[in-house]
């Protein structure tokens, strides 16, 4: 069966920028998403993880979704990610946001319920016969708790429309096993940053990456060096931004993630509640890896950006 997407490389899960009343500032947002497309990105992704898909209520989601369609402008991909307690919900938003402009749908199991395997595997069915998009499963257990298993993914391997599987597990294993029983039915794309390099060795097509809201450049040309098989290249650049990365497999990410934006000028640190302003040890060690980063930036090879 041939794939009906071609999603790849580096598509940043942009942060949702909130006014000092923890509104949703919709010009600033348009501004940071305009920004990484600008710096040479392939692709977005909004309202995931990091853009506080569960702090948002929905015509929240479907605005944040329709200003990144805009700022696009055509130029990459938009995937939006749905994230909802029941798959009849999860469907419909899935629908709304299709209506909006999206090319895709990154779908979460549904949240709260510690499903069961088989469980799980229906909650993408259902949203898979009842919402016309294409589908990126989103495995992060660490996060939701529930672990999408390269089982369950090979079992949706008959919904025409589930296209792509992002896995943010950090056990690159799961994609040889899905290869070794799928082939290429589905895109891979690695879910977590500090992983990423050993991802595209064993054969991720993409990245869904938080750091690359701060470093947009870098992380393309992490991983076009490393799809490229110049991993001689691509290990400097990657030694030096890894303790960055690190910061996307922190509980806080989102705050981390913020966090640096707001000191690389590139968006606000500000989060909505429940998430809080990281504690001052936590915020003192950030800024200190951040300005080791900034004074150490390193020079590009050319890659095509």
């Known amino acids: 069966m041939s794939r009906p997407v071609s ?9 949702t920028q909130f006014n000092e009343d923890f ?8 501004q940071v998403i305009s920004n990484v497309v600008r710096d040479g990105v392939s692709g977005l992704v909004v309202c995931g993880s990091v853009g506080e898909n569960t702090s948002l209520t929905t015509e929240e989601k479907i605005a944040v979704t329709e200003v990144a369609v805009d ?5 990459v991909p938009v995937i939006c990610g749905v994230a909802e307690f029941t798959s009849v919900q999860a469907a419909k938003v899935a629908n709304a946001v299709k209506k909006a402009g999206v090319d895709g749908v990154m779908l979460m199991p549904a949240l709260v319920y510690g499903s069961k395997p088989f469980e799980t595997a229906e909650h993408y069915r259902y949203v898979a016969k009842n919402a016309d998009v294409p589908l990126m499963v989103y495995n992060n257990p660490p ?12 079992s949706l391997a008959d919904c025409d429309n589930v296209v792509c599987f992002k896995d943010s597990s950090g056990d690159t294993r799961r994609f040889i096993d899905v290869r070794n029983e799928v082939g290429d039915r ?3 794309f690695a879910g977590l940053d500090d992983v990423v390099l050993e991802s595209i060795a064993v054969g991720a097509e993409g990245w869904v990456s938080g750091m690359s809201n701060v470093f947009p450049k870098e992380g393309e040309t992490i991983f076009r060096l490393a799809k490229a098989g110049r991993f001689a290249e691509a290990m400097p650049i990657y030694e030096w931004l890894m303790p960055i990365l690190h910061l996307d497999a922190r509980a806080d990410l989102v705050q981390c993630i913020k966090l640096c934006e707001a000191i690389a000028g590139r968006g606000s640190a500000l989060t909505r509640p429940p998430r809080l302003a990281l504690p001052d040890a936590d915020r003192q060690f950030v800024e200190r890896i951040m300005a080791k980063a900034m004074a150490n930036r390193p020079a590009l090879p050319d890659v095509g950006l």
């Open 71 to 75: 700022a696009a402008a055509g130029r």
């Open 186 to 188: 589905f895109v891979l």
């Open 23 to 30: 509104s949703v500032n919709l010009e600033k947002t348009h």
């Open 7 to 15: 999603w790849s490389g580096v598509f940043p899960a942009v942060t």
């Open 143 to 154: 996060i939701y708790k529930n672990d999408v298993t390269p089982d369950i993914l090979i």
